[in-house]
T-cell receptor, first 115, second 115 residues
Framework: EAGVAQSPRYKIIEKRQSVAFWCNPISGHATLYWYQQILGQGPKLLIQFQNNGVVDDSQLPKDRFSAERLKGVDSTLKIQPAKLEDSAVYLC?????????????FGPGTRLTVL | AQTVTQSQPEMSVQEAETVTLSCTYDTSESDYYLFWYKQPPSRQMILVIRQEAYKQQNATENRFSVNFQKAAKSFSLKISDSQLGDAAMYFCAYRGTSGTYKYIFGTGTRLKVLA
């Protein structure tokens, strides 16, 4: 079974530029999560999708971050414009459903460096 | 709001010895789930073990076991017969059973295994 795929693995940009990350969850997983993991901290949930609907985006900085999950499959997370404090690893995870406690499977992450 | 605290930024253990990682949490919910995740240097996070709050019996997965103290809101992970491959960041996580089922992670404990 293929795991959660993310691309790119690494990205370096200058502040005020825009960047986009892509995630393809495990086939059949209805729930998709985007986390931000700043160095030395635990993952922080940015947004959670159930199919193509947003379940929780309370910690998403909506003035610069956006995310979509078209057709309830893969998802993109965008930052525009980027700030220095956005340097982090962006993790995507998926699970079978949000209502039950199904295991989250994580992708390898995208390491973003903002200069 | 729920919080998860890991007070040990780093721990060391000799190979084949036992080590315990600590985690405390705060919640007003009576039913919830607790998890330990492992994040090796490659950064792909994997689930180690999980505990359902309504179960009094402590969860066990091979060399990994937990000590769940609901009244004290404590959830420690014991690793027996430590192996070099156990070296990683370990994150404690909480997930409620109401609302959006958001996962809340602690700041992590870096485990070093000494040969």
């Amino acid at each position: 079974e293929a795991g959660v795929a993310q691309s790119p693995r690494y990205k370096i940009i200058e502040k005020r530029q825009s960047v986009a990350f892509w995630c393809n969850p495990i086939s059949g997983h209805a729930t998709l999560y985007w986390y931000q993991q700043i160095l030395g901290q635990g993952p922080k949930l940015l947004i959670q999708f159930q199919n193509n609907g947003v379940v929780d985006d309370s910690q998403l900085p909506k003035d610069r971050f956006s995310a979509e999950r078209l057709k309830g499959v893969d998802s993109t997370l965008k930052i525009q414009p980027a700030k220095l404090e956005d340097s982090a690893v962006y993790l995507c995870a998926s699970s079978l459903a949000g209502g039950k406690v199904n295991e989250q499977f994580f992708g390898p992450g995208t390491r973003l460096t903002v200069l | 709001a729920q919080t998860v605290t890991q007070s040990q930024p780093e721990m060391s253990v000799q190979e084949a010895e036992t080590v315990t990682l600590s985690c405390t949490y705060d919640t007003s919910e009576s039913d919830y789930y607790l998890f330990w995740y492992k994040q090796p240097p490659s950064r792909q996070m994997i689930l180690v073990i999980r505990q359902e709050a309504y179960k009094q019996q402590n969860a066990t997965e091979n060399r990994f076991s937990v000590n769940f103290q609901k009244a004290a809101k404590s959830f420690s992970l014991k690793i027996s017969d430590s192996q070099l491959g156990d070296a990683a960041m370990y994150f404690c996580a909480y997930r409620g059973t109401s609302g959006t089922y958001k996962y809340i992670f602690g700041t992590g404990t870096r485990l070093k295994v000494l040969a």
